[in-house]
Structures are given as C-alpha cells and as structure tokens.
C-alpha cells in the first residue's frame, strides 16, 4: 500500500523497522480514514519523515526552522521537495523552531498551528531534556503545550517521540523515579527495589524509558486524553548514536470534571520490555531490570475493571 | 600650481576607477514604479515557467508537462514547474538586470526584468533550479530588503555593489535527468499583502495566464482545437493554486463558437496575423457579467489588457456591442510587443496595423450584433401584433369591442402592420437570409395577413360593434350627453390607450346598469 514496500528505503535498516511500526500503528487507529490524515511533525528539508506515508495524508504541516542566518536555505528546500514530490499543495510550512512554535501556537511569522492533527511526529535530533535558559525544559513543556492543545480539540491523535540520550537531565529523572516509587510503595507493591534498579542502572535508557512515558500518560490525562503507551523502542541511529522512540495513542477522555488517574496502569509501562533493533531484526530487551510484582488480588480488582471496561 | 595637481588627481582616479553610470535608486524605478498592480510581478515569474515548459515542450517532444504549482501561504509565495530548467549561465544573469537572451518570438519574457520586479514585492527571493541533462542544480537568492535598506542609508550607491553584495548563486549536486525551477518569493512586504488574496489571485491568473479552458464549458474542447490548429505553437499549460486548478473564464448561456481569421493584407498569400475566437450572448444584451466580457488579445496565449481594451481600439461604434461577446483575439505578429505590465502593446508600427487590420473583427461582430437586434426586436413587434390583432378578433367575435373605440383600434392595427410590412421588407430585402430570418419572414407575413384580415372584418362587420347607446332604452338627449362624454375622455386620454379603455368600459357599465 505504501511506496516504501516498492522503493528501496531512505532510512537505515533499523530506522526502517521503527517506521514500519509508526506505519502499523497509524493504519490502526485510522484506518477508516487513510488519505484523509493530517500530519504535523518535524519533517527534515528532504522531508524523509513522511513522504512514504504522504499517501496517507491529506495535510502535512511541517515545522522547519533551518540554520541560524540561513533560515531560508531548509525551509526553502522543503519547499523543493514538496514540489518535486507533488506534495506542494498539501504542505504547510511552518517557519521557526519546533517547540516555540508549540508553545505559541504560532511560527515565526505568526502562522498559527491548525490543531488538531491525526499524527504528531516529533523526531527530535537531540535529547529532551533542552533547556533554553538553565530553567525550562523547553521540549518538554512544547511536548505538553501539543497534547494539551490537541486535548483541547477533543480529537484522538498519535504522538511519535525520538530523541537521543543527550544532556538526559538526572535530576528530573531522578526525582520522578522517586515519585514513582512514592506512588508504588503506596499500593504496597515493590516500588522501592523496582526504583532503585532504575536508578542505579548504568544505561540512561532505563530510566528514559520508564520517564517518558510516564510523564505523557500524567500530562494527558490532566488534558482528559486516555493514553496507550507503545512499547519503547531502542535501536542505534547514524554515527552510533542510541536512539529511543515512543509511540503513544492518545483519545478524549472527558467523561468527569476533574482529570482522571491515567487509565494505563503503571505495571504496564514498566513491565512491557524495550523493542531492541538490531541490523533490522526486533528483540525483546529487558535490560535485566525487575518486574513490578502486582499481587494477586489487585491483578484480579484490575482484570475485572478491564472486563467491565471492555463491557464482558 | 596646486589646482593643477588635484585635477591630476582627479584625472588619476578617474583612470583607476570605472565611473558608475547606474545607481541603486533605479531598482525602484525597475520594480515597484513598473509595476503598480503587484499581481504583474507574479505573472512576470509564471511567464518565466511558460517559457521553460515551451522550451521543453520544443527540445523533447512527448516530455510529460505537468502543472505549474503556485503555493500562496504566508509568508511566502512559491512558484514551482518542471519546465528545462535553468542552466548556470541563466542562473548567474538572473541577477542581472535588463539583460535576456530570450528570443522575442519563441518566448513571452524578453526584457530581463521580470525577475528583479520580484524584490517589489518580496523582501528576499530564492530560485532553484536544475536544467535537464545537467547533473547540477544551482541557487540564486536575491536578498532586497537588504538592498532597498542601503539604497535608503547609503544615499544611493551605485547599482553593480548593490546586486554583488545582495546576490549570491550557490550550485549543488543534482540528478541528470531532473528538470525543475522552484521560485520563492519570502516575506512578501506589507505593503504588497494583498497577494495573499487567493480568491483574488485565481481571478487575476484565470484571465491572464495560458490556462486551458474550463472543462465545465460546453465548447471548450472545440476551441482548444481550433486555437491548436490554427495558432502557431500554441501552447497552454494547467496551473494549480493552492491545489485549485486554474483555467480560463467563460460565460455560459451563448451560442456557438465563431472563428475569424485575420491576415497582414487582403492578399490571398499574406500571412496570419490574428485568430479571433468569440461566442455571443444567447439572450438579448450584454453579458451579465462584465469583467467576462469582450475579446481579450493575447500573445503567446498571454493576455494583454482586458475587454476593455480591444472595446477601445476596435469599436469605432457601437462599442456597447463589444460585450454582447466574449472570445480571444491571438496575435501572431511578432513584432507586436506588450508593455511591461501587459496592459497594453508598445506604440509601434505592429500596433497600428494590427489595430488596423483587426478592426473588421469589430465589424464583423457588431453587424452581427445589429442583425441579431434586428431580428429580436422584428419576432417581438410580431408578436406584439399577433396579440393584438388575435385580441381585437376575439373581442369583436363576442360583441365586447366598443364602438367607440373603433377608430382607435383601427389605428393601432394599421400602425403595426405598416411596422411588420416595413421589417419584413427590409428582411426579406437581405443579400444573405440565415434561418432566423426565414423563420421571422414566414411569420410576417403570417401576421401581416392576419392584421389585413381584421381590418377588413372590421369594417365590413361594424354592426358587432357594441354600442351601449343602442343597447339599452335611452333617450336621445342622453345618448348626445354620453357621445358627448367619450369624445372629451378620447381628447384627454388619447395617449392613454390603456386607461382610455378601462374608464369607456366602466362608464359603459354604468350606464347600463343605470338605463336598464
């Protein structure tokens, strides 16, 4: 169905597979409505990102804010390949630096972001932890800035995140393990060795993999959106760099007022293993970290409120 | 002594250093002063793209034209084809100003300035492009706010620097076989925003470019065809705006399509100067809509003015009658040359003939047009008297005609029948009769009998004539009072034949029911 089965890929092999799983998801939640998706997403000037599923999609709004003093050389050969590629008419270009734009809603010039979209790509090239004045975590806050406004839109949507392992802020790491763990050692259950594997763990992307999407889930659902958090991915990118990707499908959720605990239960987000990519092959990887043990009763509590839930 | 050194000096410098003849001031002149419809700028970079596809079209025959795009999108506007492209010798002389290589016949852009009216409207402008057959692409950007800001705080320096300075072609790999050119008009200036008016825009492109005709038109295909056979490298290409495909206006409740060729001279070997195609309103007048109306020129399928235009040049009289049509005049001398703006031609020798020439364009379609009303207004008097007399008939059948209106009728009769008489003659007088007007022949005379017939029953049978003063018992003293009363109310309303009627018929009742 995608161009990608016929034309030899622009990704790399693992790249390939982790695209191939965004595809997955994609025709997934929406496969009632390919051809008529809306994107938005950081693209890149050849626009990799999404001209094999551009099939898919109706809109495409890309974000480009192109090399500082020559802004206009990236932005003007997205243009290009949009041309060259016949995409022209569905693209918006968005002119500026990613998170700014979501955090005003608005580009460079004042264009404003028409959410909501179906897909939201945000395929970082550096870690998420980018501070711009030693205090905000910029990324972040844009990474909830767009929740929160396609929340406001009450339209369901996936969120893809890559990013890498630069400048991992520990801190804010750490503190969230811990608060996790506050949150596990209230149920009793056995947060306080689950936690400390966390943190003592050599490799960063323990506890990336356990943060991210822990703090998604807790922003959306402050945005009454349920989240469905994807298994993580992990695969090494150009040059060698280790690369984590996340996949979440987001849906309203306003049934109350007042925002709910989030729906996906926190033994899910930590029990799930990694995907592991290597030379195009998925392996399961666990990175030797414990399981949240849940004890029996509160397994049988949940599995009736899932039974409930699915109407059995 | 010393005088005499300093003009050594001067003299010196003079010999080092190139005097400047062009200074940075004219780029005004060249760009906004050119153009005061900002609109002729964009059209100046969609020529560059005809010409590109023509040349494609000519080099490599079977080459898939595709659409030309246009993206109008804050903050920039884009224009994108895959014509030849461009190779780096156009690409370097982009930033030239008033320098083309462009031959006059074979393309519509041949002054070198089109491009450079690009900063009027755009504060920076970034072209890429990539001929066919050539493994490279190469970049050209031209930054004009920059320009214009020195112009202003220099105190006009000379115009070489500037363009060195604010101009700057980049080259990079590309595919052989890629052929492309993609325009980037960035940060269009406030003063220019109106170009974002898309609605706007697409009106604008539709009368202007060489769009093909709108499929939705009954005979657009037809046209198309003719223009194709008879026009000389004729060329049209489908452009999309905003996704939106652009094609020519038209107007949709006219008759057939008319062609009329034009040549140099009345001899029989003379070439063609002009193809005019135009279809008439099928109703009576004008076209509703007049901005669609009339014949526009166009050269190299580009138009040149409006309706208006050729109104003004063509129609010595009657020039109403221009927008009983609309249609397209192509001109095929070369030598005819638009003004920069495309409103009108250069004042030349090419013009004055080719105003010339065309004019029994004009003649031709205004006596058409005088035919046409003709005919219309001959069906509707026919009709009118066929009213007339069927009415009169019936009313003398049932004994409602009032004698006193004899004489009035008589005249109106024989008024019409001397109009029918006088239009039929003239019709039938014609050298050439199409079937309208022998149609409107058989039902003159039809008409004109029946008129005949009824003036001769009407005198022969006055006795039907009601006379109410014979209808009811009435002394003699009151019929001379009420002849007395219709011949005042005939003196008084006699140019109110209608309400003359109305106040007899009622008086008439009146005294019917009085005497009765």
Known sequence: MLSHDKKPSRFTKNKQVVRDLQCQNIVQH?????????YFGLCSPEMKDVLDWAPLFASITAVER????EEYRDQHQLLLTAARERILGKLTLLRGDIDAVLLSGQDDFGKPIAFPYDVISLDYSGGLFYKENKEEFKRLKAIQASIERQAACNFPCLLFISCNLDAIDEGEVKHTIENIRTELDRYGWNGQELC?????????????????????????????????????ISYCGNQGVEILNFRFYLKPDTRTMAPRFPQERLSQIIN???????????LDETLNLPKLRVPDNIRTGYKKVRRREKGG | MKIMLRRNKLQKRHQTQPETFVYGSVLDALSTGLYPDKRHVLREFIQNSYDALRELRRTH??????????????????IYDEGIGMSEKLMRQYRYIGFSEKDVSENVGFRGIGTISGIAVAKQIVVTSSRLGVPKRYQVVIDAASMFDKVQNERNPPLDGLLDQFTDVKEDREEKDAHYTLVELREIREDTEALYNVDDLHDYLQRNVPVPM???????????????????DFFECELQLNRNKVYKPFQGNCLRPQYI??????????????????????????????????????????????????RKDLWERTPERAFYFFGEVHLLDGSLKPSSDRTNFEDNVARSRMYERCKRIAQQLSREAGQESAQRLFDQRLSLTEQIVQRRQEELQQG?????????VQFAVRKALEDVESRLKRTQGKRQKDAKDQQLIRKGKSVAKKAQVFLATLEREAGRLYDVTKAVPMSEEGKRLYNLVVEVLREELRTEQALLEKVLHRLRERVRDAFS
Not at chain 1, 200 to 217: D, G, S, T
Not at chain 1, 220 to 231: M, Q
Not at chain 2, 280 to 308: C, M, P, T
């Open chain 2, 214 to 232: 709108d499929p939705a038109f009954q005979y657009a295909s037809e046209i198309g065809e003719q223009l194709r056979l008879n026009v000389p």
């Open chain 2, 400 to 408: 409602t005609l009032d004698v006193a209106l004899k004489a009035d």
């Open chain 1, 30 to 38: 929406f496969n009632d409505r390919l051809g008529n998706l809306r």
């Open chain 1, 66 to 69: 192109g090399v500082s003093g």
């Open chain 2, 61 to 78: 025959r079977g080459a898939n034209i595709r659409p030309i795009e246009i993206r109008v999108e804050k903050p920039s506007i884009s």
């Open chain 1, 272 to 282: 799930a293993p990694l995907i592991r990519i290597e030379n195009g092959r998925q």
């Open chain 1, 196 to 232: 400390n594997a966390y943190l003592v763990h050599r490799n960063p992307v323990a506890r990336l993999r356990l943060y991210v999407p822990y703090f998604v889930n807790q922003v959306a659902a402050k945005a009454h959106l349920a989240c469905e958090s994807e298994r993580t």
């Open chain 2, 261 to 310: 060729p034009v040549f140099f001279s009345d001899k029989s070997d003379s070439g063609l100067l002009a193809y005019c195609w135009y279809v008439k309103n099928a109703e009576k007048g004008q076209f509703e809509e007049r901005s669609r109306s009339g014949l526009v020129y166009r050269v190299k399928n580009f138009a040149v003015g409006d309706g208006d235009l050729s």
